[in-house]
């Protein structure tokens, strides 16, 4: 994601992510359920408010992604953990991150 200088001076450092995952899928009571497993990467340059770089802003992190779909007529239902890895941040540590999805297929 480019980001521009906002309103009061104030730029977002530019972000970037990307993700790999291995997965199959098998079909049971006509439910169709998806495990995956891999790997999820950010990155992210320091924030910038009158040209001054802004603290606790900006890094990378690495993180393993586990995670469950399941699949109904038009619906998708999904559960994803990510836990870090590796990071390089100032002075902000991650921590897992638990993410869920619902979609409706039309």
Same mark, same amino acid.
């Given at each position: =994601?480019?980001?521009?200088?906002?309103?009061? !001076?104030?730029?977002?450092?530019?972000? #970037?992510?990307?993700?790999?995952?291995? *997965? *199959? %899928?098998? !079909?049971y009571w006509g439910i169709t359920v998806m495990p995956l497993a891999g790997i999820y990467y950010e990155f992210a340059y320091v924030d910038v408010l009158n040209n001054y770089k802004? !603290?606790?802003?900006?890094?990378?992190?690495?993180?393993?992604?586990?995670?469950?779909? *399941?699949? %109904?007529? =038009?619906?998708? *239902?999904? /559960?994803?953990?990510?836990?870090?890895?590796?990071?390089?941040?100032?002075?902000?540590?991650?921590?897992?991150? /638990?993410?869920?999805? #619902?979609?409706?297929?039309?």
């Amino acid at each position: =994601k480019y980001n521009t200088q906002n309103a009061d !001076k104030y730029r977002f450092g530019d972000r #970037f992510n990307t993700a790999m995952n291995l *997965f *199959f %899928w098998d !079909k049971y009571w006509g439910i169709t359920v998806m495990p995956l497993a891999g790997i999820y990467y950010e990155f992210a340059y320091v924030d910038v408010l009158n040209n001054y770089k802004q !603290k606790a802003t900006g890094g990378e992190a690495l993180f393993g992604n586990v995670g469950l779909d *399941f699949y %109904w007529k =038009k619906m998708s *239902f999904g /559960l994803l953990c990510q836990m870090p890895i590796s990071q390089q941040n100032q002075s902000i540590t991650a921590n897992n991150r /638990l993410m869920t999805t #619902f979609n409706y297929m039309f």
